[in-house]
């Protein structure tokens, strides 16, 4: 893949129309490799494969057969595949208003920390027939003209979806070895978690293994392996998820969005944003502020 097609790619996700979107995919990977990616909305993957990983913020999950990830607006994520593993899915992309109509304080804080645990298992098959149920419900809701009314189902069907994930969600199951978390992917999660928490400051591969107690020749290798990305890359990705975010709010300069994000000049900031969404930090705004209006409903 291209860095024009991994640009378009960035920006796809990040302005689809409308507050919800719905795919089903089937196909068998291996797929070409995605550099990690972030958006502006949540996303709801069923997977009925095989086996395959997802990681979150330098965070791998591996998922087995209906298994669920959860993934919050900006959390940094990609998936990968072995040769031969199915890609069989269900995603759902929707709008953080959405969840707004959930107005009780107790339940947000149940989705909230549903959203945090992001990987769900469906403990028995009552349950999951009924998530299935919901799922295909949704699918086919999707497909229908959009009007008023298929607008206002798909958001009450989704809404189902979530309050019974919330209500029967539970771990996932650890009784395959492939799930046990290895010495590098411990490595990989605590620079990850170092680079989240120390993105708006200089950051370089060795400050990040002195903090973590690591060589930085061993942590470069395990972290493009298990994230699919370099270490740098992924500060950029970091970086540029922040200023996608401020730029949203329009509340800051742009020069003062490019400082909150942690970039060491505005030349490099405006290089690094127009590469991965062909198109400057102001035009970006304009389309945001635009795309807000056509979202109002």
Do not use: W
């Not at 293994?209 to 370099?230: Q, T």
């Not at 970086?239 to 003062?256: C, N």
């Amino acid at each position: 893949m291209t860095k024009k097609e991994q640009s378009e790619m960035l920006l796809e996700q990040s302005s689809f129309e409308g507050p919800i979107f719905v795919s089903q995919v089937s196909d068998t990977g291996p797929e070409e490799p995605i550099e990690s990616h972030y958006h502006d909305y949540y996303e709801l993957y069923f997977y009925t494969g095989n086996g395959m990983t997802y990681i979150v913020e330098g965070k791998s999950y591996y998922l087995r057969t209906n298994d669920i990830m959860l993934v919050e607006k900006y959390a940094p994520h990609h998936t990968t595949y072995s040769s031969g593993q199915k890609r069989d899915r269900i995603l759902i992309r929707f709008a953080p208003f959405i969840l707004e109509y959930i107005t009780s304080p107790t339940i947000q804080k149940v989705f909230k920390k549903m959203f945090e645990q992001r990987h769900i298992s469906i403990p028995n098959a009552e349950a999951l027939h009924t998530v299935v149920r919901l799922l295909n419900t949704i699918v086919k809701t999707s497909h229908e003209p959009i009007t008023l009314f298929q607008q206002l189902r798909l958001r009450y069907e989704l809404l189902k979806l979530l309050v019974l994930l919330a209500e029967h969600s539970a771990p996932p199951r650890r009784t395959s070895t492939a799930q046990t978390k290895e010495e590098k992917d411990q490595h990989v999660e605590e620079a990850a978690a170092y680079i989240d928490a120390h993105f708006k400051e200089k950051l370089s591969l060795d400050i990040i293994a002195e903090a973590i107690n690591v060589n930085k020749f061993y942590l470069s290798r395990v972290f493009n392996e298990v994230m699919g990305i370099s270490i740098v890359k992924h500060i950029s990705s970091r970086r540029l998820a922040e200023a996608e975010r401020l730029l949203r709010v329009d509340l800051h300069s742009i020069t003062q969005v490019s400082q909150m994000s942690g970039f060491s000049s505005m030349s490099h900031f405006i290089k690094q944003f127009k590469e991965a969404y062909g198109m400057t930090p102001g035009e970006f705004r304009q389309q945001a502020k635009e795309k807000r209006k056509k979202r109002e409903f």
